[in-house]
């Protein structure tokens, strides 16, 4: 792949009825539908400025995923980032979360980057939380990977969420500090050991 192609994809996986497809409505058509309806894999396209550069991010949507789910092997090789959605307010989508995380250890295999962000949804339901700020943080440094926190129905987070993964990108297909606004402190890639 080359380093200055400026096409991203990325992949929103997750648990059931976590608001994948609430926080990439929210981002690509900024709306937001507060019934669920179950998502049929998809692919949408937006492009968007970070830094002085335009990107075309191309967003796969997921169906909701569950421990005995399979990934799709396309998946492997044509994503440059992977986000791995959970809802804080359901405990049971964080541990599938850890799951999927495993999946894709299997499918890219030991010793890989990866691009990799992991994003709590609905974290304006507050008095619902299930799992807390802390141990959503802790996961994401076990992993080395960052960790947003969103909210499509108040669209916080969403906007940081795509921008981190275009930097995710930038990183994954070896981009030099500019290409990720000099934030050399940035944990936005995982290595797998």
Not at 33 to 49: A, C, E, F, L, W
Not at 137 to 156: F, M, Q, V
Not at 170 to 189: F, L, P
Request: a neutral charge; one cysteine or more.
């Amino acid at each position: 792949m080359s380093t200055n192609r400026l096409d991203r994809n990325v992949v929103v996986l997750g648990g059931v009825g976590v608001g994948k497809t609430s926080v990439i409505n929210r981002f690509h058509r900024g709306e937001y539908k507060s019934h669920y309806m179950p998502t049929v894999s998809g692919t949408s396209t937006k492009r968007m400025r970070v830094g002085d550069k335009e990107y075309n991010l191309m967003i796969t949507d997921t169906t909701g995923q569950d421990e005995t789910s399979l990934l799709d092997p396309t998946y492997v090789g044509s994503m440059d980032v992977y986000v791995i959605a959970f809802s804080v307010t359901f405990r049971k989508s964080f541990e599938i979360a850890q799951v999927i995380w495993d999946k894709i250890l299997d499918m890219t295999g030991t010793g890989s980057s990866v691009g990799i962000a992991l994003v709590g949804t609905k974290n304006d339901l507050v008095n619902e939380r299930q799992v807390s700020l802390k141990e959503a943080e802790d996961l994401a440094k076990k992993y080395g990977c960052p960790y947003i926190e969103t909210s499509a129905k108040d669209n916080r987070g969403i906007e940081e969420l795509f921008v981190k993964a275009i930097k995710i990108a930038n990183k994954a297909r070896g981009g030099s500090s500019d290409e990720v606004e000099g934030d050399s402190t940035d944990k936005s890639m995982c290595r797998f050991m």
